[in-house]
């Protein structure tokens, strides 16, 4: 499982490199660059919706595991959204003029809509159909991957350079803070709960990456826990998708970092959407931060008896 994710940031690390190397020249081949994008977003979206509801139903476990995943929801997201709404209001972010050049970088109700509406569209349709019928692995990674070469392309035409992609201030710092507080709601469920600190921070170290913390946790805790585990990840990534447009005006690394590892995937279309070519950058630089970070501290923090 770590070394398909870990493929996987490199084919989408691999398309935006590609796609900075792209130029454009002409104002109306970005205008159809970002009617591209869009339509990504919304197909991808849709893939996604399709693909949740195709889940394998947790069972007779979703009533031991639902009050314990709650509350380490509660403790995580309680600590963690504050301080990064904090670093917004103590350390304002200034994005550059040339961030408002991408595709939907002013929050519209209309888009909102539409992109839930997409979701809603794919859950129903995975809902109605066959549990046979899985959303092909092989095109949503393509839909993402062109989806992430064209965000390279658009960030090359305004202006931005691949460096910045690394070496993002913003994201080292929103990855720090990031780190720092979830960890500590981790601490605070152990705290309430009775479980074992190194319980909880492994609890918390899954950053929203439900693939993995449940394979983990099942092999070092057993199923209860992984159960846990993953209704807590899945959780963050259906509050990112959520409320990021909500926040992207006010706290926009908020925004950003609320999705946690899901920002270099599934949660990136709504935060390119609603935040434009510089959020996305942040997203990036923030998730391929948080995406190393997660495997070593769930591992660790697992393994720890």
Excluded at 235 to 259: D, N, Q
Aim: charged residues 10%; aromatic residues 10%.
């Amino acid at each position: 499982m770590e070394s398909q994710s870990f493929v996987m940031l490199l084919w989408l690390l691999g398309a935006l490199f590609a796609g900075f190397f792209v130029p454009v020249r002409r104002a109306r081949t970005l205008v159809q660059v970002n009617r591209a994008i869009n339509a990504l977003v919304y197909g991808l979206l849709l893939l996604i919706g399709f693909s949740l509801a195709k889940q394998d139903a947790l069972g007779a476990q979703l009533a031991d595991i639902g009050a314990r995943a709650a509350l380490l929801f509660a403790c995580i997201l309680g600590v963690n959204l504050p301080a990064m709404m904090a670093l917004d209001r103590w350390h304002p972010w200034r994005r550059p003029l040339h961030a408002a050049q991408g595709a939907g970088a002013k929050i519209r109700l209309t888009g909102t809509l539409l992109q839930m509406a997409s979701m809603l569209v794919g859950l129903a349709l995975g809902a109605l159909t066959p549990r046979a019928w899985q959303a092909p692995e092989a095109l949503i990674t393509c839909v993402l991957v062109a989806l992430i070469a064209l965000v390279g392309v658009q960030l090359r035409a305004s202006g931005v350079r691949l460096r910045q992609v690394f070496l993002h201030r913003r994201g080292l710092e929103l990855a720090a803070v990031f780190t720092v507080s979830t960890l500590a709601g981790g601490l605070l469920f152990a705290l309430v709960s009775g479980a074992h600190w190194a319980l909880g921070l492994a609890l918390a170290s899954g950053f929203g990456w439900y693939s993995l913390s449940s394979v983990v946790l099942s092999t070092t805790h057993g199923p209860l826990w992984s159960g846990v585990a993953f209704l807590n990840d899945m959780g963050r990534e259906f509050f990112a998708l959520l409320f990021i447009p909500l926040l992207m005006r006010r706290t926009p690394s908020a925004a950003v970092g609320t999705g946690g590892v899901t920002t270099m995937d599934f949660t990136l279309p709504v935060i390119q959407h609603s935040g434009g070519a510089e959020a996305t950058l942040l997203a990036i630089s923030f998730g391929f931060q948080v995406n190393l970070l997660s495997p070593m501290l769930l591992v660790f923090f697992a393994s720890w008896k």
